[in-house]
C-alpha cells in the first residue's frame, strides 16, 4: 500500500512541479492555453503574480517530495498529509474561483493518497 501511496504523492508532486514551471516561467507562452479563458493581453500584466502562485505550488511540490525522505512512518504520513490538504484546499479555492476543471488537476488527484493513508 505505501508503494501506492508514494506513486500518488509523487504524481500530485510533478503535477506541482510543472505548474509552478509554467506560472513561472512559461506563463505568457503556455499560460494562454491552459487559461483559455482569461484574456490574452493580461498574461503580460500578471507575469509577477503568476510566478508568485507558481512559488507557493513549488513549495506544495517540495513539502510533497520531503516526505519520501522521512524515516519515520508516523511523522512522513503526518506531513504527507499536512501537504496533502494543503493542495485539496488550494484545489477547491481554485475551483470556486479560477476553474472548475481544478477539481480534476488538484482536489482528487490530493484526495485520493489522502484517503489511503488514512486507511492505511
Same mark, same amino acid.
Given at each position: 500500500?505505501?508503494?501506492?501511496?508514494?506513486?500518488?504523492?509523487?504524481?500530485?508532486?510533478?503535477i506541482h512541479i510543472y505548474i509552478l514551471w509554467m506560472e513561472?516561467?512559461?506563463?505568457?507562452?503556455?499560460?494562454?492555453?491552459?487559461?483559455?479563458?482569461?484574456?490574452?493581453?493580461?498574461?503580460? #500584466? @500578471?507575469?509577477?503574480?503568476?510566478?508568485?502562485?507558481? =512559488?507557493?505550488?513549488?513549495? $506544495?511540490?517540495?513539502?510533497?517530495?520531503?516526505?519520501f525522505l522521512i524515516e519515520n512512518a508516523e511523522w512522513r504520513?503526518?506531513?504527507?498529509?499536512?501537504?496533502?490538504?494543503c493542495v485539496f484546499v488550494a484545489g477547491i479555492y481554485g475551483?470556486?474561483?479560477?476553474?472548475? #476543471? @481544478?477539481?480534476?488537476?488538484?482536489?482528487?488527484?490530493? =484526495?485520493?493518497?489522502?484517503? $489511503?493513508?488514512?486507511?492505511?
Open positions: 500500500m505505501q508503494l501506492v501511496i508514494n506513486i500518488l504523492i509523487g504524481f500530485v508532486a510533478i513561472m516561467f512559461a506563463w505568457e507562452s503556455k499560460g494562454p492555453k491552459v487559461f483559455g479563458g482569461f484574456p490574452k493581453d493580461l498574461f503580460g #500584466k @500578471t507575469k509577477a503574480m503568476a510566478a508568485n502562485q507558481g =512559488l507557493y505550488n513549488g513549495f $506544495l511540490a517540495a513539502g510533497l517530495i520531503w516526505t504520513d503526518n506531513i504527507a498529509l499536512f501537504f496533502l490538504a475551483a470556486i474561483t479560477v476553474d472548475k #476543471k @481544478t477539481i480534476f488537476v488538484q482536489v482528487i488527484p490530493a =484526495l485520493i493518497p489522502f484517503v $489511503l493513508i488514512l486507511i492505511s
